[in-house]
């Protein structure tokens, strides 16, 4: 999985480059993030680590919101709430789903429609890493399909509510919703009509 990157030139308040600072990151929450020297995030990066002689630091880290402290003896500052994810290197597009836009399983599943034609649009319910996803057809080329669009959180299994529960994702026309007996309360549903 590609990982976002951050980086700075890690300066005290008055401009001055500080060489070889200490970068440690933390989760909002509190917690070491474990990070990459590279964008696959197979290279692991210490925690916390030295910024190089002109002050440069950088690292490679899953989405989510940080708070990078650097530090060398009596300087520190500290950025809160950094934003660290792939979203920022593309436009967004809604799509709007029109109820006929079918829901598989895997990506297995996917492989049915291969021969559909460009634009067209699927759900992905896992794509292997417990993440579902929205595709579309590149082109008519049977299984050009393009990059996932995830459409759940940074969690196992799905999108994460406040009492930690983990929920599915379903499409579905209004009239399909109405049906269901009784609605699940760990599945978030997408009305697509």
């Not at 030295?50 to 300087?75: E, L, M, T």
């Not at 649009?121 to 794509?127: E, Q």
């Amino acid at each position: 999985m590609a990982m976002a990157r951050w980086q700075a030139s890690i300066t005290d308040a008055a401009g001055n480059v500080v060489p070889g600072a200490m970068v440690e990151v933390r989760r909002e929450g509190g917690s070491l993030v474990q990070l990459y020297s590279d964008r696959a995030g197979t290279i692991a990066k210490g925690n916390p680590f030295a910024a190089d002689s002109d002050g440069f630091a950088f690292f490679h880290a899953p989405g989510g919101a940080y708070r990078v402290r650097a530090y060398a003896g009596a300087f520190e500052r500290i950025w809160r709430y950094v934003a660290v994810g792939l979203g920022a290197e593309s436009d967004l597009t809604i799509i709007p789903l029109d109820g006929t836009t079918p829901q598989v399983d895997d990506l297995a599943a996917r492989a049915a429609y291969d021969g559909q034609a460009a634009g067209f649009r699927i759900i992905v319910s896992d794509v292997g890493d417990g993440r579902a996803a929205l595709y579309s057809k590149v082109s008519n080329t049977s299984g050009d399909w393009s990059q996932p669009a995830y459409i759940t959180a940074d969690t196992v299994a799905g999108v994460q509510s406040s009492d930690n529960s983990v929920t599915d994702i379903r499409a579905m026309t209004q009239a399909e919703y109405d049906a269901l007996d009784p609605v699940s309360v760990t599945t978030f549903y997408i009305i697509t009509d």
